[in-house]
């Protein structure tokens, strides 16, 4: 699809599966809420793999999975029956942070999401993540809402 120096991105395949969930679990929040079995990760990468409007990304560096995000299109009425993306689950290997990396995997779902006709490209961000805060906003992310979560 695209690269960023050595790092070349791609549709993610059903084998990258450890290396993503290996960026999951060494994450600061990730750390606490994923990991385990491997069954749950696998039913949801089928799903996800079968839906034309999800795109689960990875980008690779030699042979090392070092980062993730998925891109969702989402149909809907508001906007007048606009289509949005929303980006989730992004990751960036910590040898790579700082690297540029990042912002252009985002830069690209940006234009993938342009490309095929969305007004608006969404996002979250935990409280927490006080410098992915200012990393979206340097991207021109706006924190126009306050999102609310119920877990089940």
């Known amino acids: 699809m695209f690269s960023v120096g050595d790092v070349s991105f791609r549709r993610a395949v059903v084998n990258d599966l450890p290396g993503i969930l290996e960026l999951l679990i060494t994450d600061q929040i990730g750390a606490s809420r994923d990991g385990g079995d491997l069954a749950p990760y696998l039913r949801a990468f089928d799903l996800i793999d079968a839906d034309p409007s999800q795109l689960l990304l990875v980008g690779v560096q ?7 995000l998925q891109l969702s299109f989402i149909p809907g009425l508001a906007r ?7 980006i989730e689950a992004v990751r960036v290997a910590d040898s790579l942070r700082g690297s540029g990396v990042g ?5 690209w779902a940006i234009a993938e999401s342009r490309r095929r006709g969305c007004s608006l490209v969404q996002l979250t961000t935990d409280k927490q993540r006080v410098d992915a805060h200012r990393f979206y906003q340097r991207l021109g992310f706006e924190a126009s809402h306050e999102g609310m979560k119920l877990l089940l």
């Open 103 to 107: 912002s252009q995997m985002i830069e």
């Open 80 to 86: 007048r029956g606009s289509l949005r993306s929303q």
């Open 62 to 68: 030699k042979s090392d999975l070092v980062a993730t």
